[in-house]
């Protein structure tokens, strides 16, 4: 009965009936009852009147199935009967469609909500206009850019229903249309395309909307392989897409249009557009990669663990992790920054649980495990952690090749390839670099822990592709031989024997069989390096450390820039590691190699610059230092030193004859070098450099003192410009020398008062009247140097000399330096050292100063920690806690005390709550410290205050001092209640005891306070900051390899 109540189409369908049927159909009843659905849906399709029913069923359905049905239908008769309905029926249908697509699109729930019936109603209306459009209805465009002007959501629609007929027209057409409406339909988009265009690009300028903005892409994307060129490449278009994409939202939608500009061939017209639309997109890419290492980084750094739960998300993990090693290859420097610093957290992490397997609860806890303590247990964590380190394996292998590919350079290299590829030598140090070179260190010696045998492989087979030419570039074996040489002392000795042999055979044959001048200096400069970083290595192996001596040597010969900079740094690096080596007769040897070296010393320094040979005279020294046997120590020093004693002879000599020859510019410069020379040499040698000295001394001092007394007549002759003249600075540099050699040799030599009493006494004139004689501009700040390093050396057996000393520099000295903050500053720290010297070593001579010298004394001590230069604060603060404490045990402690504690208690606040002193904290605390502990000690037996000015008598120094405390605080920090002000004094008393306690009490005073409060207060943490720099350091140690052998002061393991 249904059944044939819906066959009727002479009247209305039955709507309700219909959905029911159709209910049916999609329904889960039996399966008579789909099939008997089906076979009335069927019947109803194939009527050639059901059509007319279309209208009806959509607007009274309450099915969307049901509706899909209508329109199935609809879809069939447009298809294959349109053109032939008569045209109020044609007519009647398409304003009916548009209407609704209309209505349902211009409200914002309703077309969300029949999102999937508006999409079908579109494609019917794509449908109808391909027969209708563009002859029977021309006003298409016109219309619908009208309506997507009106709304928001009909705008977005509007753009579906473009993008529909461009696919529709151009992409799946064949077949459906004849050639000709193809070519009719193309044609009338292309006329009819500006209107679109301004559309397009009025929603991407105007609109906020993402929705829109996003339909708007894919519409352009459907229109931009067919539309006419000037619509890109001649109106903002170009540019509008380009700021899309760096927006997440719109970045693929963008890709796909920018793409389809790309994929556009016509020729050479518009290639300016093009390149700046690449040059552009290559900005925004690398900021969009930034964002992706952003991305990865930060999600493995605190979900990593989440990714190794299942076998899907560890295929998504590694997944990850490869684009994350393609993102670290990528040139951009900020980028790998961001690589680098997730990639070193990782292999901690890894290293760090397998370096920690003995110890379960540190690695547990280390890996964020709740693990409890029972027996068995570090089997299980040792499984979990190999199993991890298996799961990472491959990627750290890649990794390995990363860093190697990518390391940065190490501070030791002197030789670059500059911008426009020359290899040149460094003049300036890169800061970045260096810290990026010390966290790719880091990381790699972690990597060839985790796998020695996986990081040699790696090194080996690209070293193997550099020999045979397969990868051969200046940047890849620097990169390679930097690596290499990075991870020293990570490896077994063994391994590592093995591992250097074949580096270092390699390395030699490559600068055998490579041509070229600039190709020699890389190589050069790889070789120095790899082998300056391995000490143990050569210490065991005599015949590879000849031969990379001599290929140093060799080097010195070399004239290209840097390379003998770098070979002498690396012969000096190597000797101070194995200098034994060279003092005994080897294997096969008929002399030590010391001697076979002296015998050819010219020959091999002949091409040196002066300030080469001097290392190279510093290395030899070291060599002859490790010489027991004293009379051949004396015959390799007399070799050493033939050529500058030569020199020296004859110009002392022939001054003998005429002092004017001194006076030669050529032979000043002589006698700075030989000079020069001698320094390097005590410097090594330390105190068996005494015969040298000995034999050049006296005539050394009598070359000072003419010097001297000339520069003296050139500036009283010609003003204080003088100083400035290139002649006056040379006699200088000679005077300096002078003093830096007598100030190494008795600085490094053994504590021999014979020493001193041979060589103090006679510089007395020569050297110290001479500095209280002239005038300030030629006074040599190396004196007050010289003599605070003798002081130090011979400490209470210069105490008779200190008033002659204090004397010759103190008053002058003050003059010069108390003007101001800025002149002479190479002056004011030393005279605060040789201050410190005298307080430390000869506290008796200070002692015996008058009231009115010790003033004198107290005041530049107390000018010194105001200075905001941090040095010279630092060294003030010294000396005065020296001052203090042996003040406390002298006889003098109340005199002193009296004329000075009130005083020093202000000057030490006003610096400690000056922000600009903020380094001086830590000592700053320990003068409070000894102060407060002073005044409740009983160490002082008569009062601090004048009795005559103070009326009311204390009844003791401690309750004197905390008035005087809180009255000055108060006076500092008005904006600080007196209630406060007093609680923080009286904890000052309170936890005196207790530096610890004591320290933070009175931070803490100081962050409260308004000028700390707003400002970075690192520096009052400087301690604790250094207490964690030593833990790390200490951890450092325990992992080999991660401090560089070259850092480590080791006493000598090569004899």
């Known amino acids: 009965m249904a059944a044939e109540k819906l066959r009727d189409l002479s009247q209305p369908i039955d709507v309700a009936l219909l959905d029911a049927t159709v209910a049916a159909f999609y329904g889960t009843g039996s399966k008579d009852e789909r099939t008997a659905a089906d076979h009335i849906l069927r019947e109803l399709q194939n009527n050639p009147d059901m059509w007319l029913q279309v209208v009806h069923i959509l607007s009274s359905a309450q099915s969307l199935n049901t509706k899909f049905f209508a329109l199935q239908v609809l879809e069939g008769v447009i298809k294959y009967r349109w053109n032939v309905l008569p045209v109020e029926q044609r007519d009647g249908m398409k304003n009916y469609i548009s209407d609704v697509i209309v209505k349902l699109s211009s409200n914002e729930g309703s077309f969300r909500q029949e999102r ?31 309506a997507a002007k009106t709304s928001e959501t009909i705008c977005e629609n509007c753009m579906a229903i473009l993008k529909l007929l461009s696919e529709e027209v151009f992409d799946f057409s064949r077949g459906e249309m004849t050639q000709q409406k193809i070519k009719e339909l193309k044609q009338s988009l292309n006329s009819e395309f500006q209107l679109i265009h301004e559309l397009c690009l009025y929603v991407l300028s105007a609109s906020q909307r993402t929705e829109l903005i996003r339909a708007t892409l894919a519409t352009l994307h459907a229109f931009l392989s067919w539309i006419p060129l000037g619509y890109i490449f001649e109106s903002p278009l170009l540019e509008t897409l380009l700021k899309f994409f760096p927006v997440p939202s719109y970045r ?24 700046k639309m690449y040059n552009i997109f290559m900005v925004q890419l690398q900021a969009f990669i930034q964002n992706l290492a952003l991305f990865f980084t930060s999600f493995y750094k605190f979900h990593i663990r989440v990714l190794e739960s299942t076998q899907e998300n560890i295929a998504a993990l590694l997944m990850g992790l490869e684009y994350l090693l393609s993102i670290s290859y990528v040139d951009d420097t900020e980028v790998f920054k961001v690589c680098l610093d997730y990639w070193n957290s990782l292999v901690l992490e890894l290293f760090e649980a397998n370096h920690n397997l003995d110890s379960p609860a540190a690695t547990a806890n280390m890996m964020g495990l709740q693990i409890p303590m029972i027996p068995g247990i570090a089997d299980g964590l040792g499984t979990q952690l190999i199993q991890r380190r298996q799961l990472y394996a491959g990627s750290m292998s890649k990794l390995r090749l990363l860093m190697v590919s990518r390391m940065a350079k190490p501070e030791e290299v002197l030789i670059v390839e500059d911008e426009n590829g020359n290899i040149v030598r460094e003049t300036l140090k890169d800061n970045d670099v260096l810290v990026q070179y010390k966290i790719m260190r880091e990381t790699l010696i972690y990597l ?28 890849n074996l620097n990169t390679l031989c930097w690596a290499i040489g990075s991870i020293s002392g990570s490896m077994m000795e063994d391994q590592e024997n093995r591992f250097l042999v074949m580096v270092i055979r ?54 290209h820039p840097g390379v003998q900079d770098m070979a002498c740094d690396t012969f000096l690096k190597i000797v ?70 030569q020199k020296w002879t004859e110009i002392i000599g022939r001054a003998r004859g005429s002092v004017d020859f001194l006076k030669d510019q050529d032979v000043i410069r002589t006698v700075l070098n030989i000079l020069q020379t001698n320094t390097s040499a005590a410097s090594a040698l330390g105190t068996h450099f005494l015969s040298q000295i000995t034999l050049i001394f006296l005539d050394m001092l009598n070359v000072y003192k003419m010097y001297s007394e000339l520069i003296s007549s050139r500036i009283a002759e010609g003003g204080p410009y003088t100083s400035r003249t290139s002649y006056v600075k040379l006699l200088r540099s000679v005077k300096k020398e002078t003093l830096k050699l007598i100030e190494t040799f008795l600085d490094k030599a053994e504590d021999q008062p014979q020493i001193g009493r041979q060589f103090v006494p006679p510089m007395m ?15 040599e700040s190396e004196v007050l140097s010289l003599f605070a390093t003798i002081i130090n050396k011979y400490k209470g057996a210069m105490i008779v000399d200190v008033p002659r000393i204090f004397e010759a520099v103190f008053q002058c000295t003050l003059e010069m330096i108390t003007k101001n903050f800025e002149d002479y500053p190479e002056h004011r720290l030393k005279f605060f050292s040789l201050l410190r010297a005298i307080a430390t070593h000869c506290f008796r001579a200070l002692i015996l100063l008058s009231p009115e010298q010790l003033k004198l004394v107290m005041d530049s001590v107390m000018w010194a920690f105001r200075h905001t230069e941090r040095n010279i604060a630092e060294t003030g603060l010294n000396l005065l806690l020296e001052m203090l404490k042996n003040f406390q045990g002298s006889e003098f402690c109340n005199q002193f005390y009296r004329s000075y504690f009130v005083l020093i208690v202000q000057e030490i606040f006003a610096v400690l709550t000056d922000t600009f002193h903020k380094p001086g904290f830590k000592l700053h605390v320990l003068v409070l410290q000894h102060l407060f502990c002073l005044v ?120």
């Open 448 to 475: 060839s822990h985790l796998d020695h045998d996986d990081t040699e492989k790696q090194m080996l087979k690209k070293l193997s592709k550099q020999l045979n030419g397969e990868d051969w570039t200046w940047n």
């Open 252 to 275: 693929n939608l963008t890709l796909q249009c920018l793409t389809e500009v790309a994929a556009l061939n016509f020729g050479d017209f518009y290639n300016l557009q093009y390149v």
């Open 576 to 645: 101070q590691k194995c200098k034994r080596k060279f003092v005994i007769v080897q294997v096969g040897e008929s002399e030590p190699f010391v001697s076979e070296l002296l015998t050819s010393l010219p020959t091999t320094i002949q091409d040196l610059e002066p300030h080469q040979i001097h290392t190279f005279y510093e290395s030899v020294g070291y060599m002859i230092q490790a010489e027991s046997e004293i009379s051949k120590r004396e015959e390799y020093l007399q070799r050493l030193m033939d050529l500058p004693n």
């Open 936 to 1055: 409740e000690s009983g160490s002082l037996t008569e009062p601090l205050w004048d009795a005559s000015t103070v009326p009311y008598p204390y009844p003791n120094n401690g309750v004197f001092v905390r008035e005087c405390t809180i009255k000055l605080l108060s006076g500092s920090f008005p904006n600080i209640p007196a209630s406060e002000v007093t609680k923080f004094v009286n904890g000052l008393f309170e936890s005196r005891a207790d530096l610890s306690i004591f320290k933070n009490h009175i931070r803490d005073f100081l962050v409260q306070s308004k000028e700390f409060s707003a400002q970075d207060n690192k520096d009052l943490y400087a301690e604790e900051a250094a207490a964690e720099k030593e833990r790390e350091r200490q951890r450092m140690l325990s992992i080999p390899g991660l401090i560089a052998p070259n850092e480590i002061q080791d006493e000598m393991v090569d004899s």
């Open 116 to 146: 999937l019936y508006v999409n079908k109603l579109n494609i019917i209306l794509v449908q109808i206009l391909k027969h209708e459009w563009p002859a029977r209805w021309r006003s298409f465009i016109p219309d619908l850019v009208a």
């Open 765 to 779: 004139d020569p050297v110290l009247a001479d500095y209280a004689r002239n005038l300030p501009d030629a006074r």
């Open 506 to 559: 390699d390395l030699l044959n490559l600068c055998e069989i490579t041509k070229g001048k600039d190709n020699k200096a890389v190589i050069a400069s790889n070789i120095m390096y790899v082998v300056g970083q391995y000490p143990r290595f050569l210490r065991a192996h005599w015949k590879f450390l000849k031969t990379v001596v001599n290929k140093l040597f060799e080097f010195m010969h070399e004239t």
